[in-house]
């Protein structure tokens, strides 16, 4: 924790193991993204929700969790993190046990909406805390490691869970599990976790928090429909509307007195190289995940279940990957080379999958590891470059402000990526084919399957070359885009050192 004297006090056993403490909540969050993924046939044999209903109940949650991540960081700032954390986390277990005993689809909704609002002051929170308890860079550095780590582990093992807790107990269970965790961190936090927040905050500014939200639920929105829907008017209006209000927001941070994201975290060494280079980094992420998943299941026609399972494989590597960049960064290896060799290894993954055929289980896996272990070496690095060049104070702010920017790219990559896979798709797939199997590859293997004999299996053949040869072109794409930010990462990160870009700590300690 910070000292009077400003100096970097390096952190002990009770900092390590209030870590641990503050990786649950992490782990939780970032579960609840995909923990829908099984669940939701069982939800629907008992609620019966409309396709429009069904359609909120899986993303109201991502959805209020980044138009609220800004809010939730600036507020944490003001009130402290650990109260803001705290508050989270009560109402985290309370949404999650309305969910899971929820007896109508309006209520599972607003359970998940409530579900995004805590998950929203939980993300920020905790890594505000973790830049308070670990002042030393390679402390920080190594805590945050483990922090992205949990964090990708978390989005893997969500569907995963999910699949296992719906096969043995009923749908609600994929929500109680938050429970214990949820109870350990009220019960231990109080003890472990520090106080922390920005002793002059000044006022809050409230007309940020409607123009934040209105930014960014828009362009967000936009975004995820469009892969799968394509470019209708009404998605491009949804960006249109939300950049305008963005450029708003950015307009009322820089002339308000009390702005929520301040425009000097900006100023901060490495800062601004951070914040882009981790949007990137999601975007590669992210836009890979929209292929692989389909890949898995309806091109090599695994189960769900299977598929998922298929899928942690590739998180052993994915596990290493961060430590090994921490270290190489901590024994001198410059991070602009690091980062680098990430992007590097991340495209060098895309291309792997653009060789992939029909039956590549095991080349579509191995490229799903060398990908995400490229993403994860950034990823980790620009989080930590990020939150040392952020003033101790503002770490809400900073947070929050590098998590919506990952919103933001992965939304990004799963529409630009995904809009080059559907093109290329919709282009190879035989003229003659009936229209439902032109839009999707689900929609094509659902004709197929009720086609007499040859017919269907030759429509079911076409649609997954099809699809294949749109996930090449996409991962072409996909391994340009990540060349060319290696290249600019060695350009914007050079000459930046682990202490060069270190915000000075306050002058007495933050409580």
């Known amino acids: 924790m910070t000292n009077p004297t400003g100096t970097n006090s390096r952190?002990?056993?009770?900092?390590?193991?209030?870590?641990?403490?503050?990786?649950?909540?992490?782990l939780l969050v970032s579960m609840d993204v995909s923990v829908l993924y099984f669940a939701i046939p069982a939800i629907s044999a008992d609620l019966r929700p409309s396709g429009t209903q069904q359609?909120?109940?899986?993303?109201?949650?991502?959805?209020?969790?980044?138009?609220?991540?800004?809010?939730?960081?600036?507020?944490?700032?003001?009130?402290?993190?650990?109260?803001?954390?705290?508050?989270?986390?009560?109402?985290?277990?309370?949404?999650?046990l309305v969910a899971a005993y929820a007896n109508s689809a309006e209520t599972l909704i607003a359970a998940r909406a409530v579900l995004g609002i805590g998950g929203a002051t939980l993300m920020p929170s905790t890594m505000a805390l973790i830049r308070t308890m670990f002042t030393d860079p390679a402390q920080r550095a190594r805590a945050i490691g483990m922090w992205s780590g949990v964090m990708t582990a978390?989005?893997?093992?969500?569907?995963?869970?999910?699949?296992?807790?719906?096969?043995?107990?009923?749908?609600?269970?994929?929500?109680?599990?938050?429970?214990?965790?949820?109870?350990?961190?009220?019960?231990?936090?109080?003890?472990l976790l520090p106080e922390s927040k920005n002793p002059e905050p000044g006022r809050f500014d409230r007309l940020s928090v409607p123009l934040s939200m209105a930014a960014v639920l828009p362009v967000v929105y936009g975004l995820k429909e469009i892969p799968s829907e394509g470019w209708h008017p009404q998605y491009v209006v949804s960006i249109t509307v939300g950049l305008l209000f963005a450029a708003l927001f950015v307009h009322?941070?820089?002339?308000?007195?009390?702005?929520?994201?301040?425009?000097?975290?900006?100023?901060?060494?490495?800062?601004?190289?951070?914040?882009?280079?981790?949007?990137?980094?999601?975007?590669?992420?992210?836009?890979?995940?929209?292929?692989?998943?389909?890949?898995?299941?309806?091109?090599?026609?695994?189960?769900?279940?299977?598929?998922?399972?298929?899928?942690?494989?590739?998180?052993?590597?994915?596990?290493?990957?961060a430590p090994m960049a921490t270290a190489l960064v901590q024994k001198g290896v410059g991070r602009a080379y690091v980062v680098t060799a990430g992007f590097a290894i991340g495209a060098a993954g895309y291309a792997m999958l653009s060789l992939a055929g029909t039956d590549s289980l095991w080349l579509v896996l191995a490229a799903c590891g060398v990908l995400a272990s490229g993403i994860v070496m950034v990823v980790s690095q620009m989080t930590?470059?990020?939150?040392?060049?952020?003033?101790?104070?503002?770490a809400g702010a900073a947070s929050s402000l590098l998590e919506t920017g990952?919103?933001?790219?992965?939304?990004?990559?799963?529409?630009?990526?995904?809009?080059?896979?559907?093109?290329?798709y919709r282009h190879d797939i035989p003229a003659t084919a009936p229209a439902a199997a032109r839009e999707t590859l689900g929609g094509a293997l659902a004709v197929a399957?009720?086609?007499?004999?040859?017919?269907?299996?030759?429509?079911?053949?076409?649609?997954?070359?099809?699809?294949?040869?749109?996930?090449?072109?996409?991962?072409?794409?996909?391994?340009?885009?990540?060349?060319?930010?290696?290249?600019?990462?060695?350009?914007?990160?050079?000459?930046?050192?682990?202490?060069?870009?270190?915000?000075?700590?306050?002058e007495e300690a933050l409580v």
């Open 11 to 26: 952190a002990g056993r009770r900092e390590w193991t209030a870590l641990g403490v503050l990786m649950l909540p992490l």
């Open 55 to 96: 359609l909120w109940i899986f993303d109201i949650y991502a959805f209020v969790l980044a138009g609220l991540l800004m809010t939730m960081g600036s507020l944490g700032d003001r009130i402290g993190r650990r109260r803001l954390l705290l508050i989270g986390a009560t109402a985290f277990g309370a949404a999650s």
């Open 154 to 191: 978390g989005i893997a093992l969500g569907s995963v869970m999910s699949g296992v807790l719906v096969q043995y107990f009923w749908w609600g269970s994929v929500f109680l599990v938050n429970l214990p965790a949820m109870a350990l961190l009220l019960l231990l936090g109080p003890f």
């Open 252 to 321: 009322r941070q820089r002339t308000s007195a009390s702005p929520m994201i301040s425009p000097a975290l900006f100023r901060g060494r490495g800062f601004a190289p951070a914040v882009v280079l981790n949007l990137i980094s999601s975007f590669g992420m992210m836009g890979s995940a929209f292929f692989t998943t389909q890949y898995l299941q309806s091109v090599l026609d695994k189960s769900a279940m299977e598929a998922a399972l298929w899928a942690l494989l590739p998180s052993v590597p994915i596990g290493m990957a």
């Open 384 to 394: 930590d470059l990020a939150m040392g060049a952020a003033p101790a104070e503002r």
């Open 406 to 424: 990952a919103e933001f790219g992965g939304a990004l990559g799963m529409a630009v990526l995904g809009s080059i896979g559907t093109a290329v």
């Open 449 to 506: 399957g009720r086609l007499p004999g040859r017919a269907g299996d030759a429509l079911a053949t076409a649609a997954r070359e099809a699809f294949t040869s749109g996930m090449h072109a996409a991962a072409i794409a996909g391994a340009v885009l990540l060349g060319l930010a290696a290249v600019g990462a060695a350009v914007s990160l050079r000459g930046i050192h682990v202490r060069d870009a270190e915000a000075p700590e306050p």
